[in-house]
């Protein structure tokens, strides 16, 4: 009997979930973007890097620091695929002129494209609609997958709306402009832990999105730490954004702060034999119904295991060996 492989079997003609890099790292100048993706070298792709066209380019310099980051995206040093970028918001000048350089450029090498600063549903479907029209314009041969940060009232209140979107991946979470947003009704301690926790309207916010994101099949993305220095502290963030908040990707400010978000997001090794268990029993009866410790398995608890089989993987975790050469064989 031939032994199907579990993407061909749980998940034939859904949308498949994405399995994206546990950290979404940021990088706003042309040293700190090659620096991080040296450490991408040598941490494998257990991070993304977005290289930053709003934040990260002073005011007149903007087209050339659009145009550094695309020639960095298809230079050598980009060796796994694994660099997006951040164009200005849609109520900056500047915001198509960066779409434009950009894809035409290095459509064909951008893992994503990065929507900062949406006000409604409808200013997202303006700027992938431009996104749309220069892929066809310089026939990059693919639709680039599309992450938009929700930091506005207005995105939030349209967050359902925003994630149901034709190629939206990610919905990523911006906590600081979102504070600011309530002209001090909301204080500065939430923009920090323990704060950005226990305020209502900050958890309020974080729910939302992400119960928006996963219900859409679309991966939630945790806001930054402000915390440079102390490891504990972001890991401490990334835990609860993890385990209480249902986010699956977060974002860093600091490559010291990548590693610590790697091992918060991590799923538990017990967790991650048992999959390996569990699957490949299921495997050797061909997807149906299976007792494993004494408990009945089935397609539902399959697509469980499978997805947390691949976050490991793409944390870079070593998978018990059965695992690795059944369902990652290209490994």
Avoid at 215 to 243: I, W, Y
Wanted: glycine share 6%; with cysteine.
């Amino acid at each position: 009997m031939t032994l199907r492989h579990p993407q061909d079997v749980l998940f034939a003609g859904e949308k498949p979930f994405p399995i994206l890099p546990v950290v979404d790292h940021y990088a706003g100048s042309e040293k700190l973007m090659l620096k991080a993706l040296q450490l991408q070298h040598e941490l494998g792709p257990v991070f993304d890097l977005t290289c930053d066209c709003e934040d990260g380019a002073k005011a007149g310099t903007e087209t050339a620091h659009a145009t550094m980051a695309a020639n960095l995206i298809v230079s050598p040093d980009n060796r796994f695929g694994r660099v997006g970028a951040r164009i200005h918001d849609i109520t900056h000048n500047h915001w198509q002129a960066d779409l434009d350089i950009l894809i035409r450029i290095a459509g064909r090498r951008l893992a994503f494209l990065t929507l900062p600063k949406v006000r409604s549903v409808a200013d997202a479907q303006t700027q992938i609609a431009a996104l749309r029209r220069a892929e066809a314009q310089y026939a990059t041969g693919k639709a680039l997958p599309v992450h938009v940060l929700i930091e506005t009232h207005g995105a939030l209140r349209d967050a359902w709306q925003i994630a149901a979107l034709e190629g939206v991946e990610s919905l990523d979470f911006g906590l600081m402009d979102f504070v600011s947003g309530h002209h001090g009704a909301i204080p500065g301690t939430a923009m920090k832990s323990p704060g950005q926790f226990t305020h209502p309207l900050v958890t309020r916010a974080k729910c939302e999105i992400s119960a928006a994101a996963l219900a859409h099949g679309v991966a939630p993305s945790h806001n930054v730490t402000t915390e440079l220095k102390d490891p504990r502290v972001v890991f401490d963030d990334a835990r609860r954004a993890r385990q209480n908040f249902g986010y699956l990707r977060m974002w860093s400010i600091h490559p010291a702060q990548i590693m610590p978000i790697v091992e918060a997001m991590r799923p538990d090794f017990s967790e991650v034999e048992a999959a390996v268990d569990i699957l490949a029993a299921a495997q050797d009866q061909d997807w149906g119904p299976i007792q494993h410790a004494g408990r009945l398995h089935d397609r539902a608890s399959y697509r469980y295991y499978w997805e947390l089989l691949q976050r490991a993987k793409a944390t870079g975790m070593n998978l018990p060996r059965d695992g690795a050469s059944r369902f990652f064989p290209e490994s």
